[in-house]
C-alpha cells in the first residue's frame, strides 16, 4: 500500500495488487495537461484522442415488432418514423457539446437464406442533426426503405 | 417493454425509450412539444411491416402532450 498526499492530506491509497490509487474520497479531480490519459487505454503515437459522446444498440426480432436487445448510452430513445421511407431519430439524453458531430451509423437488415437484400441508413443535410437529436434516413434498393434488424450509431465529438 | 406512439406528418412514430429511464420523462423530452402521446405494451403494436398503415385516435385516449 502506499498513500497520495498533499500538504500533509491523505488524498488517496495505493493498492499495490491492482497498482490503482482509490480516490473516492477526494470528490472532483482535475487531471492535469501532463496527465498520461493515452497512456492509460494504450493509445499509443501522436494521433489525438476523441471522446465517443452517445451511442445505441437496438436488435428487432424478424417481426420488427418486439426490441430484443438494447443498449443505449447517453440515449433517452430511439424513434422510428415512416412518413417518407424509414427514418431513424436517436434522441441524447445530455444534449451534445455542438452539432458539428461526427454520426458513424452500422446499421442493416439480416437476412435468412437467399434473401441477400441490403438496407443502408445515411445521415444527410435533408435529415435533422441537432445537439439533442439525430435522424437517420434508410435507403433500400434505392426504391423504398425497410426497417433495420439491427440499429448500431455513435457519436464523437470534441 | 413499454413504447410511445405519436403522431408525426400523417403517420404514427414508435419510440423506443431507454429502459433504464423513466418513460413518462422520455415521453415528455422526445415527443415534439404539443404532440399528445400514447404509452403501449410493446407486444400490443400491430406487424411492423405495415407501419406505415397504423393509425390511432389520440383526441380523447393519450397519457401526455411533448412539453
Known amino acids: 500500500m502506499g498513500t497520495l498526499q498533499v500538504g500533509g492530506t491523505t488524498l488517496g491509497v495505493k493498492n499495490t495488487v491492482t497498482n490503482k490509487v482509490d480516490l473516492s474520497n477526494v470528490g472532483d479531480v482535475t487531471l492535469t495537461s501532463s496527465a498520461d490519459i493515452k497512456g492509460a487505454i494504450n493509445a499509443s503515437g501522436d494521433a489525438p484522442i476523441y471522446a465517443c459522446r452517445a451511442a445505441a444498440h437496438v436488435e428487432f426480432a424478424s417481426d420488427y415488432s418486439t426490441q430484443s436487445v438494447t443498449k443505449f448510452l447517453n440515449v433517452s430513445s430511439v424513434t422510428i418514423q415512416t412518413a417518407d421511407g424509414d427514418q431513424y431519430t436517436v434522441n441524447f439524453t445530455t444534449a451534445l457539446p455542438d452539432a458539428a458531430y461526427v454520426a458513424v451509423v452500422g446499421s442493416g437488415r439480416a437476412w435468412s437464406a437467399n434473401q441477400r ?7 444527410g443535410p435533408e435529415m435533422t442533426r441537432s445537439t439533442s437529436a439525430c435522424q437517420f434516413g434508410n435507403v433500400y434498393a434505392n426504391t423504398g426503405s425497410e426497417k433495420m434488424r439491427t440499429f448500431n450509431a455513435a457519436f464523437f465529438s470534441e | 417493454m413499454k413504447v410511445i406512439i405519436y403522431p408525426e406528418n400523417g ?3 414508435v419510440c423506443f425509450p431507454n429502459p433504464d429511464l423513466d418513460i413518462n420523462w422520455v415521453a415528455q423530452k422526445d415527443v415534439p412539444t404539443g404532440v399528445k402521446y400514447k404509452i403501449l405494451n ?3 403494436l400491430p406487424d411492423m411491416s405495415f407501419h406505415s398503415a397504423w393509425e390511432y385516435d389520440f383526441t380523447t385516449d393519450f397519457d401526455g402532450v411533448g412539453a
Open chain 1, 117 to 123: 437484400n441490403m438496407s443502408v441508413l445515411v445521415q
Open chain 2, 11 to 13: 403517420t404514427l412514430s
Open chain 2, 42 to 44: 410493446q407486444s400490443d
